[in-house]
C-alpha cells in the first residue's frame, strides 16, 4: 500500500507535519517518531512532534524531547498543529483509538496520512502504509523507510541514530525476542556506525529508576505474584491504593510483567493494575501462545502474539478471575 514515488513527491518540498504515536509512548514509539523528526527536519520540513499523553522520564534525554508536545497539555495547539498538517505520520499504533483524545482531530483532518507500524490488523484510516508484522520495532521500519524506501541513508545522523536504536532496543527487550533477525542486528550495527552509543542508550533506559520505583518492583514480586503452576501462568495484580502508596509514576509499572515470565516453565504472564479510567492489562508470552487472542477475545485489546494489552471496566478482583478462568480453555498450549 506504499506507493514510495508519491510519498518522495510530497517529501520534495518543504511540507507542514505531525508526526504521532500511541497513548502512553514506549521506547520504540518515541523513538520511531523522534526518529523521523530529526531525520524530516534536515531536510527543512516543519515537523511537530505530538503525544497523545506523558511517557516515562527514562525516555526524557532523546535528541528532540524538548519540541515534543503533549496532547492532553497543550490541546488548542495540538489541534490546531493537526488542523494545518499537510502530512501526518501516524507511528507505531494501527487503529485511531490508540490516540485517546486526539482521534477526533486526526481523523477530521485532510492532511495526508501515512502509517509506518507492525502490529496485526491495521484500521483502514490510513492513505499511505508502511506496515511489516515481522519487524521487531516501527523503529526498525523507520531506519528501511529512510534507508531504503526514500535512500537516504545518508540522512541518518547521530540524533536520528540515537533515538532509533532505543526504539529498536526497547522493542525487542534488548535483542532478545525471537522477531531479532541476523537484519536487526545489521541496522543496529548501522545505527552505531552513524554515532548511536549503545552501552550509553541502555544506560539511560534502564538503569535509571527512582527509589520508589524500586521498591515498587520489590512490592510486585513479594507481596502480588501469583504462580499458577497447572497452567504454567503468572499473574501480578495491583490496586490503585498500591500505585498511590509507592507514588507510581509514567513508566514506573514498564517490564514488571517480564519478571513473572522469567520464571521457569511459565508461558504467559498478566499484569493487571487497577487505574483511575479502568483496569489495563499487559500479557507476555513464550512460544507460540497467542497472548493477542486473550487480549482481543476476552479484553477489549489486542496486540503481537507475545506482547499484548487490554482492558476492562469491571473491578481488579473480577478481573483477576476472569483471567483465571479463561486458561483452561487454552490449558494444552499452556502446558506442552
Given at each position: 500500500?506504499?506507493?514510495?514515488?508519491?510519498?518522495a513527491?510530497l517529501?520534495?518540498?518543504?511540507?507542514?507535519?505531525?508526526i504521532?504515536?500511541?497513548?502512553?509512548?514506549?521506547?520504540?514509539?518515541?523513538g520511531?517518531?523522534?526518529?523521523?523528526?530529526?531525520?524530516?527536519?534536515q531536510?527543512?520540513?516543519?515537523?511537530k512532534?505530538?503525544?497523545?499523553?506523558?511517557?516515562?522520564?527514562?525516555?526524557s534525554?532523546?535528541?528532540?524531547?524538548?519540541?515534543v508536545i503533549?496532547?492532553?497539555?497543550?490541546?488548542?495547539?495540538?489541534?490546531?498543529?493537526?488542523?494545518?498538517?499537510e502530512?501526518i505520520?501516524?507511528?507505531?499504533?494501527n487503529?485511531?483509538?490508540?490516540i485517546?483524545?486526539?482521534?477526533?482531530?486526526v481523523?477530521?483532518?485532510q492532511?495526508?496520512?501515512?502509517?509506518?507500524?507492525?502490529h496485526?490488523?491495521?484500521?483502514?484510516f490510513?492513505?499511505?502504509?508502511?506496515?511489516d508484522?515481522?519487524?521487531?520495532?516501527t523503529?526498525?521500519l523507520?531506519?528501511?523507510?529512510?534507508?531504503?524506501?526514500?535512500?537516504?541513508?545518508a540522512?541518518i545522523?547521530?540524533?536520528v541514530?540515537?533515538?532509533?536504536?532505543?526504539?529498536?532496543?526497547?522493542?525487542s527487550?534488548?535483542f532478545?525476542?525471537?522477531?531479532?533477525?541476523?537484519?536487526?542486528?545489521?541496522?543496529?550495527?548501522?545505527?552505531?556506525?552513524a554515532?548511536?552509543?549503545n552501552?550509553?542508550?541502555h544506560?539511560?533506559?534502564?538503569?535509571?529508576?527512582?527509589?520508589?520505583?524500586l521498591?515498587?518492583?520489590g512490592h510486585?514480586?513479594?507481596?502480588k505474584?501469583?504462580?499458577?503452576?497447572e497452567?504454567?501462568?503468572?499473574?501480578?495484580?495491583?490496586?490503585?491504593a498500591?500505585?498511590?502508596?509507592?507514588?507510581?509514576?509514567?513508566?514506573?509499572?514498564?517490564?514488571?510483567?517480564?519478571f513473572?515470565?522469567?520464571?521457569?516453565?511459565?508461558?504467559?504472564?498478566?499484569?493487571?493494575?487497577?487505574r483511575?479510567?479502568g483496569?489495563?492489562?499487559?500479557?507476555?508470552?513464550?512460544?507460540?501462545?497467542?497472548?493477542?487472542?486473550?487480549?482481543?477475545?476476552?479484553?477489549?485489546?489486542?496486540?503481537?502474539?507475545?506482547?499484548a494489552?487490554?482492558?476492562?471496566?469491571?473491578?481488579l478482583d473480577?478481573?483477576?478471575q476472569?483471567?483465571?478462568?479463561?486458561?483452561?480453555?487454552?490449558?494444552k498450549?499452556l502446558i506442552?
Amino acid at each position: 500500500m506504499l506507493d514510495i514515488a508519491s510519498v518522495a513527491r510530497l517529501l520534495e518540498q518543504p511540507r507542514k507535519i505531525v508526526i504521532t504515536t500511541h497513548h502512553k509512548p514506549d521506547g520504540d514509539a518515541l523513538g520511531s517518531s523522534l526518529g523521523l523528526y530529526n531525520y524530516l527536519i534536515q531536510q527543512g520540513h516543519h515537523a511537530k512532534v505530538v503525544v497523545p499523553s506523558d511517557y516515562p522520564d527514562f525516555l526524557s534525554w532523546m535528541p528532540g524531547n524538548e519540541e515534543v508536545i503533549i496532547y492532553t497539555e497543550n490541546v488548542a495547539i495540538s489541534d490546531t498543529l493537526i488542523a494545518e498538517a499537510e502530512m501526518i505520520f501516524c507511528l507505531d499504533f494501527n487503529a485511531l483509538s490508540r490516540i485517546n483524545a486526539m482521534t477526533d482531530s486526526v481523523r477530521a483532518s485532510q492532511a495526508v496520512k501515512l502509517m509506518i507500524d507492525h502490529h496485526l490488523e491495521p484500521e483502514d484510516f490510513d492513505d499511505f502504509r508502511y506496515w511489516d508484522i515481522n519487524a521487531c520495532a516501527t523503529a526498525q521500519l523507520v531506519y528501511t523507510f529512510i534507508a531504503d524506501a526514500l535512500n537516504n541513508k545518508a540522512l541518518i545522523n547521530k540524533d536520528v541514530a540515537t533515538c532509533l536504536y532505543t526504539g529498536i532496543m526497547t522493542d525487542s527487550a534488548s535483542f532478545r525476542l525471537p522477531k531479532t533477525t541476523a537484519e536487526v542486528h545489521l541496522i543496529a550495527a548501522e545505527l552505531i556506525n552513524a554515532g548511536a552509543v549503545n552501552w550509553r542508550i541502555h544506560e539511560l533506559v534502564y538503569n535509571s529508576s527512582t527509589e520508589n520505583r524500586l521498591r515498587f518492583l520489590g512490592h510486585c514480586l513479594s507481596s502480588k505474584l501469583e504462580v499458577l503452576y497447572e497452567y504454567n501462568t503468572a499473574i501480578v495484580s495491583v490496586t490503585k491504593a498500591e500505585l498511590e502508596q509507592y507514588d507510581v509514576q509514567t513508566g514506573d509499572t514498564e517490564g514488571i510483567v517480564n519478571f513473572a515470565l522469567s520464571i521457569v516453565n511459565i508461558k504467559l504472564a498478566a499484569f493487571i493494575v487497577e487505574r483511575t479510567d479502568g483496569i489495563k492489562l499487559s500479557l507476555r508470552s513464550k512460544g507460540e501462545f497467542p497472548a493477542n487472542e486473550i487480549c482481543k477475545k476476552y479484553f477489549s485489546g489486542g496486540g503481537h502474539r507475545n506482547a499484548a494489552g487490554g482492558r476492562s471496566d469491571k473491578a481488579l478482583d473480577e478481573v483477576v478471575q476472569e483471567l483465571k478462568d479463561i486458561l483452561p480453555n487454552y490449558k494444552k498450549l499452556l502446558i506442552q
